[in-house]
Every structure is written in C-alpha cells, then in structure tokens.
C-alpha cells in the first residue's frame, strides 16, 4: 500500500494545545499565508483581513491554517479544514506555488496601499537556504515515481524559490530601489542534512549553529534593517490600511 511518509496526528495534536480555539482573524498583525486546493486546482489565500471583513465564511481556526500550509505532497495527507462557517478545503502545502512567497506578501501590500507603488516599498526577505543536491539521471530513470517524490518535491519547490527571487530582485533593480530589497539566506548546507524531514536532536542542533553563523555574517545588514525601522517609525505616517480593522478588536 502506497501512502504519504507521516501521519499528520502528532501534528496535529501540538496545533491543538498550543492554537486550541485561536481564529485567524485575531493575529495581532496583518498576515497571508499559503496553500493550495487540490479539488479546485488553485491557490488558496488565508488573509487576516479578509477574515477581518468578511467573518466565518473567510475565517479559519489557526490550528487549521497550519496544517494547510505544512502538507507537503508525499510527507503528510492533504489537510481537508473547514472555514468556521462549515465549508470544506482540501488543502496542501503552498509551497508547491509560493515556496518563496515574497511575492504574495509584495502584492498584498500594493493591494492594501491603493498609492503606493513598488518604490515606496522595502522588503526583507528571510530564505531557509537553498538545496544544491545533484540527482542522477540513471537513479531517477529506475525508480518509481513514489521512490523519488521527496526528490521531485526538493527540485518543484528550489525551482520556484529561486524564479521569485529572481523576479522580486529584478522588480526593485528595474526602479532603481535594489538597496531596498533584501535577502538573507544561508548560502552552504553542507553542514547540516537538509532534508524536509531531516529532525534528529542532532542535525536541529547544526540548524542552529548554522542560523547563528548565518546572523554573524549578516551583522551590517540586519543593523541597517533595524535603522530602516526605526527611522520608518519616528515618521508621521499615515496609518496603515489595516488599522480600522484591527481597531475593531
């Protein structure tokens, strides 16, 4: 019998105690996250906003949302949620379309900014690292197609981070504002396993030591982030387009 490599229940059970009955309508800051409909074959957007402004139909337990958004194809089962006013999505991972979704993020902010335009914005964009892993042509040519779906899931989701890096980068160089869009990533894996499902105690350690490396080289960008920051808020902005709705909690 042929199934998806973990069940999604021990998941689902720490989603259950920490979440319980948290609704996505009430984070504390505006947020898009991913996933995608298999039944209707299109991406499926959970907005805050929208859970904001238009209630149960749009909104969602967050315990849900995350079991959407973490399904990947061949690790876990599709995640079937529903919508607090009962209606059905079966969902998996939205990294199969936005496994970089930092342009989501950018063209949700347009959205919401009916003015601003892409000069007016500063992006940061944080990567998990990018999978250098070399696959033989004559090891996939014997396989079966479910004995090289992790592999198939690595090169689908590397393919599509690095097209959106590319395009959000070309987008700010085209303006003439490539100081206002970064990414930080760590640039060598060769330390650490990285698998999907690579969680030993041992190679979650390595992790760590490589984010710590990772903050180290990035000392000067994430100072000038900081300064960004906080230059953005001793200005008189204007509220952002987000605040009435989170004014009504």
Request: hydrophobic share 40%; with cysteine; glycine share 4%.
């Amino acid at each position: 019998m042929v199934s998806e490599l973990y069940s999604s229940n021990p998941l689902s059970n720490v989603l259950d105690q920490y979440f319980q009955n948290a609704r996505l309508s009430h984070l504390i800051k505006p947020c898009i996250i991913t996933a995608y409909n298999i039944e209707l074959r299109k991406n499926h957007f959970f907005r805050q906003q929208k859970a904001i402004t238009h209630g149960e139909a749009r909104d969602f337990y967050l315990k849900d949302v995350c079991k959407a958004t973490s399904a990947a194809p061949t690790f876990f089962p599709v995640a079937e949620i529903y919508s607090l006013s009962k209606t059905r999505y079966p969902l998996i991972d939205g990294g199969v379309f936005a496994q970089n979704p930092s342009i989501c993020g950018l063209l949700e902010v347009l959205k919401a900014f009916n003015s601003t335009q892409i000069n007016d914005m500063f992006m940061v964009s944080l990567g998990t690292g990018m999978s250098k892993t070399a696959y033989n042509y004559e090891h996939f040519k014997k396989k079966l197609a479910i004995q090289i779906g992790p592999a198939l899931v690595d090169i689908m989701t590397s393919a599509s981070s690095e097209s959106t890096e590319f395009f959000i980068r070309q987008l700010f160089q085209n303006n003439g504002k490539q100081q206002n869009y970064l990414r930080i990533e760590p640039a060598n894996l060769s330390s650490i396993n990285a698998s999907l499902d690579a969680a030993s105690p041992n190679n979650i350690q390595k992790l760590i030591s490589l984010s710590d490396k990772m903050i180290s080289e990035h000392e000067d960008t994430l100072d000038y982030i900081v300064a960004h920051l906080i230059k953005e808020k001793n200005q008189n902005k204007k509220k952002n387009p987000w605040s009435k709705l989170m004014d009504k909690f």
